[in-house]
């Protein structure tokens, strides 16, 4: 029994021994171990661990744990790793022992990683696996999360070894990060501030932009619509609370979903540009330009569906680059045009366009994994966006406007901004009727220029040309809000003066409107000044018929003599009907 005993201890040290030596014989142990400070969080990999790139991404943990061969290298503290298309990227790297209490977490940020394996050995000499990245549900990663995280277990005792693996089609330039839970909570609270601003202020874009549509007719703010939720949607995407909220279950299209929502957030950014400034209607070329790059952008979004991730960036990266190229080209066209929007689009634009080289700059491992190569697209949009819409607004009050001066031209002097003729006989028969029920008087003055002619032999011709606009703003601002001033012809003008009024009253009006027309005027020579005449009635006293009194106020001045130095003339009072 003794000698039954001692044998199975002898098997048991025997075991224990070979399997020490075993792992202190093969080169899956790292050259340092990290040194996991909860003060000093996060962690960063640095130089601590050892990379090797398997080029035909064959080899098992196992058989590299057991190949001597390996050339083993210093992880880079940069983090750009030269890894291809096909190839994988192994890690390995030691932790320190620790309770079992402890939790802490690999995390990698960058939510469009395709695979990441984490292997570690358990007592029994079998290699347990951690698996996340866009091949892989998110429900189904050990911690479900934006980004990748692997848990880390520790041995209370000795230090635990690790095995990283990662596989993706466009290279890899993420930190490698150690965290514990609470610092990950704590940073999940200020991330998730920063993304509700943005998702919600994406969603409020979304919706002004339909509901502008629908109220305005209005394309642009489809268009914007449209952008606003494509815009929303490739933040989701590249922090990952797509693949962690939206659609968990769907791996194939997290692994697309980025490149295909921001080629379409292109489109629609590119077209919202080009309908603000009208492009269609002013350049034929740049027209067919914009739908070329369009029809373009199309065909690169069945190909990234139908096409390997291995084959995706050398179909996305030219469009990144040519569609931010076109859209400055069309805003610049427009500016240098004078469009009244094209400055403000180009200067929009250019921080946006700025960003995406940094992106672009990432993706092609130029530039290491930072909050400005990867967030600085969508923080400049949301700079981009308001600016956008302030744009639309401005636009869609001049095109307002605009239509309230053309359905105005039957009602009002274009040149002026003076109500026309009939709109005035109109205005004076109300006046009259509402007079003669209130038992009051009003007073309609009659106005002509006389020196025109005058005007342009001692000036010139546009001078001449723009006396009658500068009487037509002196009559404007002397009549109160209720009063109303017309253009008559081309060089007489009518005011309709609500009363009441008495005689006295009524026979300062003509002075006040001489002395305002000979007051100079703001960038006319001095001596050019308005030469008036005004005869004026009180209706209904001077007659109950806007025509008849019309016409006997034109008489009146008529009747002048061209010498006269009389400015003034006052209707006198019918004479009573005999029976």
Not at 133 to 148: A, C, I, K, S, Y
Not at 306 to 318: G, M, V, W, Y
Not at 367 to 375: G, K, R
């Amino acid at each position: 029994m003794v000698a039954k005993i001692l044998s199975i201890r002898l098997l048991c040290l025997s075991a224990v021994m070979g399997l020490a030596l075993g792992l202190a014989s093969v080169p899956v142990l790292a050259r340092t171990i990290l040194d996991l400070d909860a003060k000093t969080q996060p962690v960063s990999l640095q130089d601590w661990g050892d990379y090797w790139i398997d080029e035909q991404a064959l080899l098992t943990p196992q058989q590299l744990a057991t190949d001597s061969r390996i050339r083993w290298q210093p992880t880079l503290v940069r983090g750009i790793y030269p890894l291809k298309a096909g190839q994988a990227l192994w890690i390995r790297f030691t932790v320190p022992p620790a309770p079992d209490s402890e939790r802490w977490l690999i995390e990698i940020p960058y939510a469009a990683l395709d695979r990441a394996s984490l292997y570690t050995m358990d007592l029994a000499g079998a290699w347990l696996e951690q698996r996340v990245g866009d091949l892989t549900p998110v429900n189904q990663w050990p911690t479900p999360h934006r980004h990748p995280l692997l848990t880390v277990n520790f041995n209370a005792e000795e230090p635990t070894h690790y095995l990283l693996r990662i596989e993706n089609a466009q290279g890899f330039s993420a930190p490698i990060r150690f965290i514990d839970t609470g610092h990950l909570l704590r940073g999940e609270q200020r991330v998730s501030l920063f993304l509700g601003f943005y998702l919600g202020l994406a969603i409020l874009g979304c919706v002004g932009g339909l509901a502008g549509a629908w109220w305005l007719r209005d394309r642009a703010y489809l268009y914007f619509g449209v952008c606003s939720a494509l815009i929303g949607l490739t933040q989701a995407a590249i922090t990952g609370v797509g693949g962690l909220h939206l659609w968990p279950n769907a791996p194939r299209w997290t692994d697309c979903s980025l490149a295909l929502l921001a080629t379409w957030m292109l489109m629609a950014l590119l077209l919202l540009n080009a309908t603000v400034v009208s492009l269609a209607e002013r350049s034929r070329v740049l027209n067919a330009l914009l739908w070329t790059v369009l029809a373009a952008g199309a065909g690169v979004s069945v190909l990234l569906m139908l096409t390997d991730s291995r084959l995706r960036l050398p179909l996305l990266i030219p469009y990144l680059a040519v569609v931010p190229l076109l859209m400055l080209m069309i805003n610049l066209w427009a500016w240098r045009r004078g469009d009244r929007f094209g400055g403000w689009l180009l200067l929009s634009a250019t921080p946006f366009a700025f960003s995406l080289s940094l992106a672009i700059g990432r993706v092609l491992e130029w530039l290491p994994l930072s909050f400005a190569t990867e967030q600085g697209v969508l923080a400049s949009m949301a700079l981009q966006m308001p600016a956008m819409l302030a744009v639309l607004v401005l636009r869609s009050q001049h095109k307002r406007e605009n239509k309230r001066r053309i359905r105005g031209l039957d009602r009002v002097d274009p040149a002026t901004g003076l109500i026309i003729e009939p709109v005035f006989v109109e205005r004076m028969a109300r006046m009259i009727a509402r007079s003669g029920r209130f038992k009051h008087q009003g007073a309609v003055l009659m106005i002509d220029l006389l020196n025109t002619e005058q005007i342009q032999r001692d000036f010139d011709r546009k001078t001449a040309q723009e006396l009658p606009l500068r009487v037509a703003e002196r009559l404007l601002s002397t009549a109160r809000e209720i009063d109303s001033a017309a253009r008559l012809s081309e060089h007489r003008f009518g005011m309709l003066v609500e009363g009441p009024f008495s005689d006295e009253d009524a026979a300062t009006l003509g002075p006040r409107i001489i002395a305002r027309c000979l007051m100079p005027y703001k960038g006319l020579p001095s001596a050019c000044v308005a030469q008036v005449r005004v005869a004026y009635a009180l209706v209904p006293r001077h007659g109950d018929s806007a025509e008849a009194v019309l016409t006997r106020l034109a008489q009146k001045l008529a009747s002048a003599s061209p010498t006269s130095k009389r400015a003034v003339f006052a209707l006198h009072d019918l004479p009573p009907q005999t029976a």
